[in-house]
């Protein structure tokens, strides 16, 4: 089993940053792909951005490219995801979540992180 957290999250003003954490423990991540997906309120979770177990490449939904950056520290059994330029639209639930391949939909990850709330103000 593999437990995710996810830290980082709060209150940011339109064009500020912020970088989310995603701390893993109970298995070692390093063969895991890693997503992050967000639920923006009276809507359903989206893919935002991905990175395999290798680190060779990174994925992103269109809207974020450009903006956001998804890295891993496999030492440290964390991802992150670094969000600059951020615009009020990007306003949701962060979420975590660990799988086999990089894959843009819910149903390819095993594990998911509780979330963390990031709010963009204009």
């Known amino acids: 089993q593999v437990q995710l957290v996810e830290s980082g999250g709060g209150l940011v003003q339109a064009g500020g940053s912020l970088r989310l954490s995603c701390a893993a423990s109970g298995r070692t991540i390093s063969f895991y792909a890693m997503g992050w997906f967000r639920q923006a309120p009276g809507k359903e979770r989206e893919f935002v951005a991905g990175?395999?177990?290798?680190?060779?490449?990174?994925y992103y939904e269109d809207s974020v490219k450009g903006r956001f950056t998804i890295s891993r520290d496999n030492a440290k059994n964390t991802v992150y995801l670094q969000m600059n330029s951020l615009k009020p639209e990007d306003t949701a639930v962060y979420y975590c979540?660990?799988?086999?391949?990089?894959?843009?939909?819910?149903?390819?990850?095993?594990?998911w992180g509780q979330g963390t709330q990031v709010t963009v103000s204009s």
């Open positions: 979540a660990a799988g086999r391949v990089v894959v843009t939909t819910e149903r390819g990850y095993d594990y």
């Open positions: 990175i395999p177990w290798k680190g060779d490449n990174t």
